[in-house]
């Protein structure tokens, strides 16, 4: 995909502002500061998308629209938006449909965001429709973490704005209504990853967004099969492989494998994801599945991820759980350096 991109502003900061936001989305992305360079520049290049400022140094931006419009060059068709601080709102209620979309300073990110992407995709659905292709998963956390909730909404919300997640949940057949298992199992676990991870001084917005990408992926190849998705440890699928087909008893054996092999070309997904989801069931011993590698070869950050996942399933099985309890068979099961520290972790969550 090359998609060009011209900015025409003449501050700087904004220049930056934009670059930082849209640029992923175009290979080229080329500036221009003043009216006559922008005109040179729509005279010579063809723009998929062309962002103007209307006051330029002084100078009127509304003759770059007038050129685009009025004179016969290569850009005429082609979708512009503007941003100004300068403009009325008689203005921007005359010229709204002509415009890909009409934005005053100081404008909202999300908003740009999403009108730039609805002009290079028309056919896409917009990021309203997106977020209701990703469910939205809550939870009230057995435990109290102060700020948790707001540290989880803005990860939530950064990681249901990726357009590739959209387009992969949208292939996992998962059961909305209230009470669904694997709602619930990704809401815990969203919660109690992060709760973790902040716990570990890990609280930096991307680390947080690896767990919720994680939560939300790392089932998808059993998610639509509620009588695979709880089996918890190799001795537990192992109990119940003489009730499973051949196909279904190696589906569950390797689920982890076949998600992180659909995520692991995308490059919007961080690659430590593609190692959590691999080692979702890994538990440094022989109880993990499908590899039952040792604890030296799980990383810190999917350590942090198998234990959220083994105590949500823990709490989800048993109504009358305790972190004592937990606690207990956590030093029976979790061995080696990397599990200790998250141990620290644990108890400080869990007793706090
Ligand atoms: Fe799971
Ligand atoms: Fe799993």
Not at 213 to 240: F, G, N, P, T, W
Not at 267 to 279: A, L, M, R, Y
Not at 301 to 308: E, L, P, T
């Amino acid at each position: 995909m090359s998609k060009k991109l011209l900015i025409i502003d003449d501050s700087v900061e904004i220049h930056e502002i934009i670059t930082n936001l849209i640029s992923e989305q175009f290979s080229i992305v080329k500036s221009a500061t003043n009216v006559d360079e922008a005109i040179e520049e729509l005279k010579t290049e063809i723009f998929d998308c062309i962002i103007l400022d209307i006051n330029l140094g002084g100078k009127n931006g509304a003759h770059v629209i007038k050129f685009l419009i009025d004179t016969n060059n290569p850009n005429q068709e082609k979708p512009f938006i503007i941003i100004s601080g300068l403009i009325g709102d008689s203005f921007v209620g005359k010229y709204k449909r002509k415009f890909a979309g009409v934005f005053l300073k100081p404008f909202d990110h999300d908003e740009f965001i999403e009108c730039v992407e609805k002009t290079l995709n028309p056919d896409k659905p917009v990021l309203n429709d997106a977020l209701d292709a990703i469910p939205e998963v809550k939870c009230d956390l057995p435990f109290t973490i102060p700020f948790i909730e707001e540290k989880v909404q803005s990860a939530l919300q950064t990681v249901r704005k990726n357009s590739h997640l959209r387009e992969l949940f949208e292939t996992m057949k998962i059961d909305r209504s209230e009470g669904n298992y694997i709602l619930a199992h990704i809401g815990l676990l969203v919660n109690i990853s992060t709760a973790l991870s902040i716990a570990m001084e890990w609280n930096t917005d991307k680390t947080l967004c690896k767990f919720v990408y994680a939560a939300y992926l790392h089932d998808m190849a059993i998610s639509d099969r509620i009588d695979l998705v709880r089996i918890r440890d190799a001795k537990d699928l192992e109990s119940k492989k003489k009730s499973f087909s051949p196909d279904d008893y190696k589906l569950v054996l390797n689920h982890p494998l076949i998600a992180a092999a659909k995520i692991e070309n995308i490059t919007e997904i961080p690659s430590d994801v593609v190692h959590i989801v691999k080692q979702h069931h890994e538990f440094g011993n022989d109880l993990g599945f499908p590899g039952q590698i040792s604890a030296n070869r799980i990383s810190p950050i999917s350590a942090v991820f198998i234990v959220a996942h083994d105590l949500t399933d823990y709490i989800l099985d048993n109504a009358l759980w305790s972190y004592q309890d937990y606690l207990k068979s956590y030093r029976s099961k979790f061995k080696g350096a990397t599990f200790n520290k998250v141990y620290s972790a644990l108890e400080k969550v869990l007793k706090e």
